[in-house]
Antibody, heavy 118, light 107 residues
Framework: EVQLLEAGGGLVQPGGSHRLSCVGS????????MSWVRQAPGKGLEWVAN????????DHVASVRGRFTVSKDNAGNSLYLQMDNLRPEDTAVYFC????????????WGQGRPVTVS | DIQMTQSPSSVSASVGDSVTITCRAS??????LAWYQQKPGKAPRLLIS???TLQAGVPSRFSGSASGTDFTFTISSLQPEDAATYYC?????????FGQGTKLEIK
């Protein structure tokens, strides 16, 4: 089955660190751009970061730049989001997502993991 | 960053009606626009990419179109299961910004 399975999340103190992981099955991450998207409680979707198929190029939204780092391990078919210096406003459900090869939409999503900074 | 202005923020319609949601980009995005459906507690689902390309398995009552920096998403013949929040997202230039969302209620 083609899917993304996320792990991690939970309660983190302000200023703390945490790493989310996302493992792909049924397809190869080395063929796709991958993204992280978050959703604060009761709010809309916010794009957080993405990384290119090779893992050599990445970008982050300004509000997390310098604190969060997206990475991938193509051999392990895994995507990561390292979150440092966490703030209460980072509290959200975090989704990993795959970019379709054609059309650029996010066509496969993980189940989402909640991160609470308090 | 490219701003995506989505409207309305909420809409209520009856089964069988048609509903239209619009998104306006703050600059040209070469039609790299996607539409998603999200139900409570679930991950978003991609419905349309490249402004008008329907994803496999998505009912044909969903459609999208583009005119310059204005994008339209239409659901015709509403069904009860269409109750959800809908988002647009531009994928032309990073950061790949989302619209604010439109909550659709079925009367």
């Amino acid at each position: 089955e083609v899917q993304l399975l996320e792990a991690g999340g939970g309660l983190v103190q302000p200023g703390g660190s945490h790493r989310l992981s996302c493992v792909g099955s049924g397809f190869s991450l080395r063929s796709h751009w991958m993204s992280w998207v978050r959703q604060a409680p009761g709010k809309g979707l916010e794009w957080v970061a993405n990384i290119n198929p090779e893992g050599s190029g990445r970008d982050h939204v300004a509000s997390v730049r310098g604190r969060f780092t997206v990475s991938k391990d193509n051999a392990g078919n895994s995507l990561y989001l390292q979150m440092d210096n966490l703030r209460p406003e980072d509290t959200a459900v975090y989704f990993c997502a795959r970019t379709a090869i054609i059309g650029r939409g996010l066509d496969l999503w993980g189940q989402g993991r909640p991160v609470t900074v308090s | 960053d490219i701003q995506m202005t989505q409207s309305p923020s909420s809409v209520s319609a009856s089964v069988g009606d048609s509903v239209t949601i619009t998104c306006r980009a703050s600059q040209p995005i070469n039609n790299w626009l996607a539409w998603y459906q999200q139900k409570p507690g679930k991950a978003p689902r991609l419905l349309i990419s490249a402004a008008s390309t329907l994803q496999a398995g998505v009912p044909s009552r969903f459609s999208g179109s583009a005119s310059g920096t204005d994008f339209t998403f239409t659901i015709s013949s509403l069904q009860p299961e269409d109750a959800a929040t809908y988002y647009c997202q531009q994928a032309n230039i990073s950061p790949d910004t989302f619209g604010q969302g439109t909550k659709l209620e079925i009367k």
